[in-house]
């Protein structure tokens, strides 16, 4: 298994709303990362999770908050987002050595009303 | 200056030709740096690492000048299917192992049969 898998594909949401990004990947990778993507621009980091503990937060917004329960999975938790906060958003995988290649999932695409 | 530098495009190039496509960084202690190619509204997926020793995969070579702190990727013989986004990536050089990436804008290449 060699993939990066997120749901759900499409997201839309009030700003009210509570939701949650997830991820998943069963390469035996220990790092793992959220980035945020806006049309016709290239993705932007947000967090590095590194054996499941939280190593780098890009000052992202308290709106956003992720989890890391376990090695394998990844979550992003959202709540009272704004419209400008609709994005692409992409989780990804490395082995956290050496040349740090990271691998993407297909991404969340998501809508705030 | 930014921090990855590329060349936006778009580049029209008939199939069958090769194109070259550079990129500068400016954080000089990056240590890994790679190809990514992403197509409309898909995630990025990694095409290749580059070496100081440069590294050729097919019909594609990278290459990279750490003095100069430039980065090139080399398409022969292109196809139709080449025609994506790519963009440039460097580590961040935060240090350790889980480390995020810094993505250039990117260069649209159209191949035209």
């Known amino acids: 298994d060699t993939e990066v898998t997120q749901t759900p594909k499409h997201l839309v949401m009030g700003m009210t709303n509570k939701k949650s990004l997830k991820c998943e990947q069963h390469?035996?990778?220990?790092?793992m990362y959220w980035y945020k993507q806006k049309a016709k621009k290239p993705p932007e980091l947000m967090f590095v999770?590194?054996?499941?503990?939280?190593?780098i937060n890009e000052s992202v917004p308290s709106r956003f908050s992720p989890e890391c329960p376990n090695s394998s999975l990844l979550n992003l938790h959202l709540h009272a987002l704004q419209p400008e906060d609709s994005a692409l958003y992409l989780c990804?995988?490395?082995?956290?050595?050496?040349?740090?290649?990271?691998?993407f999932g297909p991404g969340t695409r998501l809508t705030v009303l | 200056r930014k921090e990855v530098e590329q060349d936006p495009g778009p580049f029209n190039v008939p199939e069958g030709a090769t194109v070259a496509f550079n990129c500068t960084y400016s954080?000089?202690?990056?240590?890994?740096f790679f190809w990514y190619r992403q197509d409309c509204r898909k995630e990025p997926k990694l095409l290749m690492s580059?070496?100081?020793s440069g590294n050729e995969d097919g019909r594609f070579t990278a290459q990279l000048n750490r003095a100069s702190q430039y980065i090139s990727l080399l398409i022969r013989d292109s196809k139709l299917s080449d025609s994506a986004t790519y963009l440039c990536?460097?580590?961040?050089?935060?240090?350790?192992?889980?480390?995020?990436?810094?993505f250039g804008k990117g260069t649209h290449l159209i191949i035209q049969p």
């Open positions: 954080n000089s202690a990056s240590q890994s």
């Open positions: 999770y590194s054996y499941e503990k939280l190593s």
């Open positions: 990536v460097v580590n961040r050089g935060s240090g350790g192992g889980a480390d995020g990436l810094t």
């Open positions: 580059v070496y100081s």
């Open positions: 990804a995988s490395s082995q956290d050595m050496g040349l740090n290649e990271q691998f």
């Open positions: 390469m035996g990778h220990r790092a």
